[in-house]
């Protein structure tokens, strides 16, 4: 039986063990995942995982209580295991006070999508990874397979979505604490990509031979890679265009809100679930538009509402997750071609990644991080040196504002490697930003 047949048929007989007055709400998280660990360019393990997950909410009365639940493929033995759960929970319904921010969709919004493998079978991915990285120290883990995610309730909606991805996530050293990170993901492995990376990292691998050297705190020219313009980003998932977080004030950019604070007219960001690996569906049966406009030209646009926060304030929601945070990150690109990027650097930091991120002030929006691999000191549009890791702190209504003077014209797709519990699917479509001042502490 197909995985989402298997997901219908325990939906159905959670329809069947309901009481009157009774609803359900049922999320489905699974894979079917090849993992292979990489360590001096030699496969060192590898396996598959092939694992679902359900989520179901018991509901009446104003009141809910959840329950989480593996499944085992014994399609009686799941169905079995799932009434007795309902069982269980339904005891505890009585004693619950009412949820009074209770918000599911009762209007039945079915969707399919089934996308088909692109993917080559990953003994020959890894393969070709292996033959590429002849004679390099290179460690990472290359991850592909099927993700799917699957919503069913009470009132008959079904949804689902299969995806087909991969994510090699690698880092060559040169020795020490010396080395490149890079990575590659997508729908369709191209060797010709991979050998692009491969290039690059060869390139900067040269680089770091060179003695490395440290820069004194101040203000410096510097360009960061799309990957390291992921890892600054990805802060504005903490809160940043969460509505309740604007609301409460527990936002970086509650002065976009509250004072009209404004970002570079370059800067425009959105949650683009339509090209991600997300579905357009979510966990109280809500659907996703295709993209939300977070923040255009520099303007804060819209906000991230979950159902929760909807009814909290009388709002409609947006199908935002519970913590209102972007699961597909797009910023739209520049007018920066990336093989100027040296030149209109002139004179700075090339910065590979970024690492330790935290706040140190929110409500200033200042960042405190460290750079990490493949960093270096240019001159005159030429890299001289490896630099040694450094601390920043600086705004992001300076790095995304003022101090923002281009953005790349091509944009790289990351997938987010975090595989606790299972794949992640979280993404990103982003270019590379040169930025002037950026702010070295020590």
Known sequence: MRTQEYFYSLADRIQGALHAGENFTCWFSGEDSDFIRLNHAAVRQAGSVSQGYLQVSLISDGRQVA???G???DIEQDGDRLEHLLKKQRAKLESLPEDPYLLISTTPHSSESI???QLPDA???VDEILSQ???LDLVGIHAQGATYRGFANSFGQRNWLTNHSFNLDFSVYL???KAVKAGYAGFAFDRGHLAQEMAFVKEKLRVLERPAMSLKPG???AYMTPSAFYDLISM????GVSEKALRTKQSALSKMRDEQRTLSPMFSLSEHTAQSTNPLFQAQGFMKPDCINLITAGQLAHSLISPRTAKEYGLSTNGANGSESPEAYEIMPGNLARANILRELGTGIFIGNLWYLNYSERQSARITGMTRFATFWVENGEIKAPLNVMRFDDSLYNLLGSNLLALTKESDFILDAHTYDERSTGSAHLPGALVRDFNLTL
């Open 67 to 69: 329950f989480a639940m």
């Open 123 to 125: 003994r020959e991915v």
């Open 219 to 221: 203000a410096y020219r």
């Open 236 to 239: 504005l998932g903490w809160g």
């Open 133 to 135: 990285a002849q004679g």
């Open 175 to 177: 020795k020490q604490d």
């Open 115 to 117: 996308k088909q493998s």
């Open 71 to 73: 499944i085992s493929r």
